[in-house]
């Protein structure tokens, strides 16, 4: 079993910054991609940053030069930095990662998403 468990949302005024952050735990053998979507509601989710094994980054138009994504391999653990909020950014954001688990098939896992909440 691989679990993916989010921290870091809340709420804060637009302009605002907040540091997501995303563990991965459990029957690991190395972790391809990690990535950040998230889901507002009545909208379909979508992908807000992604981040490689090698640290090579991609970015949602509406994110570009607000948004940060970073991980640490050592740690299995990623990083969404989110700085100038707009209220606009008011979602459900959830966490990615394309695992290999020991003994079985590469697959992506889910986290239970995060609140993240930016008041005008």
């Known amino acids: 079993q691989v679990q993916l468990v989010e921290s870091g949302g809340g709420l804060v005024q637009a302009g605002g910054s907040l540091r997501l952050s995303c563990a991965a735990s459990?029957?690991?053998?190395?972790?391809?991609?990690m990535g950040w979507y998230r889901q507002a509601p009545g909208k379909q989710r979508e992908l807000v940053a992604s981040?490689?094994?090698?640290?090579?980054?991609n970015y949602a138009d509406s994110v570009k030069g607000r948004f940060t994504a970073s991980r640490d391999n050592a740690k299995n653990t990623a990083y969404l930095q989110m700085n100038s909020l707009k209220p606009e950014d008011t979602a459900v954001y959830y966490c990615?990662?394309?695992?290999?688990?020991?003994?079985?098939?590469?697959?992506?896992?889910w986290g239970q998403g995060t609140q993240v909440t930016v008041s005008s």
């Open positions: 990615n990662a394309e695992v290999t688990p020991w003994l079985a098939g590469r697959r992506d896992y």
């Open positions: 981040i490689t094994l090698g640290g090579s980054t």
């Open positions: 459990g029957n690991i053998f190395s972790i391809n991609s």
